[in-house]
């Protein structure tokens, strides 16, 4: 295991931890040092404190007259001087400043109590250890509240202030204590609210100074998390690495970094899809240097309580030795994060060696030297920080197998060949799959089951950028051609095998691009494309999701493929189907360059045509004018399917299917003569036949009889009237005989 220590927290602050350093606390020596540190600050305040009251006893005993004229007299004579006190215990209190020196001096010289690793790692100066020894003796006894008081002369201020301080500390009548103190900008020492201020103690040196209750139980030797990170951090388990993830050249990256600079902060960004794992490499990162990792989730935090929470976090990141993980993605999905993604890394305090950043995807952005780089779309500004980008790759087939057996090993036993085509078919991730696995047990972890607990995982990535389409049918549904149909099942089995196929070395090597799989479909309308569509999810186990070109189709410039490629980048991280209705809208023809429109046209179909061929999913275009179409395009496409209007035979077919389904068998019989006529005589589509077949089904429930030809009649009637047809009445006439 690589171990390193951690560089300087700020301004000159000495290196810190050592790599043998845990985060763990466990009682023995290393309590016993604790403790001691502590009652040695408690004797050292209380020396103090015996300093001065021995000094006060002297001024009071100095003073004549009533108690009003000795206070006033005082008052008026400045016998409260701090040089003359300083001279005075120099001379009357030999023994107890050299015990106050010598307490002091133990204090300083201490290097491993927690105390001493505080005052290392946070760059605490003299005056800043003064204050804190104060407010530390007060937080851990808090019956010198009372001392405190009778040492200000004023019962109602038992707290620690800044002239109380000064006085006991030999700063004089004062304290100047700089904004910019470590104290502050950590926030070790509080000061109390303008609600909190005792009257009269509106003067910045009367404040009431406490110091934070989370550090006085850290030096005391508890673990204690900050009420700020209670909703928004948690520790992540340390679990095996996934074979995909290159563990050691983020490690080898880390180490090399510190070593050459041990004052920087290394950050590695991690861009994956959500639960993918990115926690998990990040923890194995982290082990492998030494520390257990507390991961911060940014969208729980508001931005009124950034800086504050930020402070809390790499606080915590030093005093427990601890890697820090920022999950600042996923913005596009939750509206509250639009502005919180890339909140900039406040620079008044160290920020802690080892951060990781969690993203979704990546954008190019200009380097120092104005070259093109890729970094997390959602990257904070990190003033001095050495960056990593870690791209997670998917899971390859086996990988997903194994976890897969792992996770529901009674669903792996009793189908495994059902799980092993699960694998084969999902490139499910991670996080995925365990929560498949957490399905209760009283449940059946069925095939079905995991596959829906799949999709229902996914289904909110999308947002408005897509609408699901249920898919009800089955192949028994869809009348096509039967040269069509294989075709349409050709697919269905590419779409089942390609994960497989494409974990191939050979495969891969020779298909570096265009391993997605798209089709277009194109035919008049109510030929049965989105049917096809419907199917062929359905088959595969998959959500179907119809793209809404109103979000897409942009009357500038650029827009549009803009406005695609965040589709096709959302759903790649998907085990979705993409249909694009009216494709023709989206992927049209290039046209003849005759001016600048048309030049800024065609660049933009180019990018149209180049996101949906770099797409790595499922996508089916759906177009009623295949002609509309760039032709270089569809050239590039594998699966191009025309849907023809049906036959007169495939026409029977659906009229006897649908009626049967609505009417039952006896419909069927009744109408089978007129059913074949219509089929013979009228050329319409399928969705022409369907929705003629419903009104009328509605027509003969209105009637309150059984389903007979005028009923059908008027049906076809309203379908024809759509294209502006008229039934003749020796059509009427002659199908009724039929009935």
């Known amino acids: 295991m690589t171990t390193f220590a951690p560089p300087p927290a700020a301004n000159g602050a000495d290196p810190g931890l050592a790599g043998a350093q845990s985060y763990g606390r466990v009682s023995g020596a290393a309590d016993d040092v604790d403790r001691a540190a502590l009652d040695r600050v408690l004797l050292r305040v209380r020396l103090l404190a015996r300093r001065r009251l021995l ?33 005075w215990s120099n001379e009357a209190l030999g023994d107890l400043n050299a015990e106050i020196e010598g307490v002091t001096e133990a204090l300083a010289a201490d ?65 100047t204590w700089e904004n910019d103190s470590a104290l502050r900008r950590w926030r070790l020492v509080r000061e109390a609210t303008a609600g909190a201020i005792a ?23 508890a673990e204690p998390i900050d009420p700020l990170l209670l909703e928004c ?37 991690i861009v994956a899809p959500p639960r993918s794992g990115r926690r998990t490499f990040a923890a194995a990162v982290a082990f492998e240097l030494g520390m257990p990792l507390l991961a911060v989730d940014s969208s729980r935090i508001e931005d009124a309580d950034w800086t504050e929470t930020f402070v809390a976090a790499q606080r915590h990141a030093f005093l427990n030795r601890c890697a820090l993980l920022w999950n600042t993605g996923e913005a596009d999905r939750h509206p509250l994060m639009a502005s919180r993604g890339a909140r900039p890394w406040p620079t008044h305090i160290a920020h802690f060696p080892l951060q990781f950043v969690l993203h979704d995807d990546l954008r190019s952005r200009a380097g120092a030297g104005g070259e093109g780089i890729d970094l997390p779309a959602s990257a904070p500004n990190i003033p ?17 197998l194994r976890l897969w057996m792992q996770a529901v090993p009674h669903a792996a036993a009793s189908q495994p060949e059902l799980i092993a085509k699960l694998a084969a078919r999902r490139s499910a991730r991670v996080g995925d799959i365990a929560a498949a696995a957490r399905i ?80 277009l479909f194109s035919g008049p309308p109510g030929t049965g494309k989105t049917m096809a569509a419907q199917v062929i999810a359905a088959q595969l186990g998959l959500d179907l ?98 849907f023809p209007k049906p036959d007169a035979g495939q026409r029977l077919t659906l009229w006897t299917r649908l009626i049967e389904a ?19 005589e009228l050329d319409l589509t399928g969705a022409q036949i369907k929705y003629a077949v419903l009104s009328a089904i509605f027509a003969a429930r209105r009637d309150g009889r059984p389903l007979a030809s005028e009923h059908l009649v008027r049906g076809l009637e309203r379908e024809l009237s759509k294209e502006g047809r008229l039934l003749s009445e020796n059509e009427r006439a002659r199908w009724f005989r039929h009935d």
């Not at 006893?57 to 001087?81: K, Q, T, V």
């Not at 509106?202 to 550090?215: A, G, H, K």
């Not at 009348?479 to 089995?493: E, K, M, T």
């Not at 609505?662 to 013979?680: N, P, Q, S, Y």
């Open 55 to 87: 000094w006060l006893e002297r001024l009071y005993g100095l003073d004549s007259g009533d108690i009003r004229g000795r206070e006033i007299g005082r008052l008026l004579d400045d016998a409260d001087d701090p040089a003359m006190e300083r001279a």
């Open 111 to 175: 290097q491993d109590s927690r105390l001493a690793r505080l005052r290392r790692l946070l760059a605490l100066d003299p005056l800043d250890v003064d204050i804190l020894h104060v407010c530390l003796a007060a937080a851990v006894d808090p019956s010198l509240g009372r001392l405190f008081a009778y040492l200000q002369d004023d019962s109602t201020r038992a707290a620690p202030t800044p002239q109380m301080i000064a006085r006991l500390c030999g700063y004089g009548r004062f304290l």
């Open 199 to 221: 009257v009269g103690a509106e003067n910045d040196q009367l404040m009431p100074l406490s110091l934070d209750p989370v550090v006085r139980d850290w030096l005391s030797g």
């Open 233 to 269: 951090a948690s520790l992540v388990r340390v679990q095996p690495p996934l074979p995909e993830w290159d563990v050691d050249d983020a490690v080898s990256f880390a180490a090399r970094s510190l070593e050459a600079d041990p004052a920087t902060t290394v950050v590695l960004h």
């Open 384 to 400: 001095g920080a050495v960056e990593l980008t870690v791209t997670l790759a998917p899971l390859a087939y086996q990988t997903r």
């Open 440 to 519: 209760p047990a009283a449940y059946p972890r069925s095939i079905a089951a995991l596959t829906e607990s799949l999709n229902a995982a996914q289904r909110d990535l999308l947002g408005r950028l897509a609408q699901p389409l249920s898919c009800p049918f089955t192949w028994d549904d869809l009348i096509v051609h039967p040269a069509l149909g294989d075709s349409l099942r050709d697919f269905v089995f590419e779409a089942e095998d390609r994960a497989a196929f494409w974990d191939e070395p050979e495969a891969r090597r020779l298909f570096p691009q265009g391993r997605g799989l798209v089709a």
């Open 545 to 642: 999701y119809r793209i809404d070109l109103s979000t897409i189709v942009s009357k500038y410039v650029g827009e549009t493929s803009h406005n695609l490629q965040r589709v096709l980048s959302r759903a790649a991280n998907m085990d979705v189907i993409l249909l694009f209705d009216e494709a023709d809208a989206l992927f049209a023809r290039r046209t003849d360059v005759k001016d600048a429109h048309d030049r800024f046209a065609n660049t933009d179909t180019n990018h149209l045509l180049q996101a949906i061929e770099s797409y790595s999913g499922l996508a089916i275009l759906a177009s009623n004018r295949k002609a509309g179409i760039d032709t270089a395009f569809v050239r590039r496409l594998r699966y191009v399917l025309d």
């Open 662 to 680: 609505l009417a039952g068998d006896e419909a069927v019989r009744r109408l089978h003569r007129l059913l074949v006529r219509v089929a013979e």
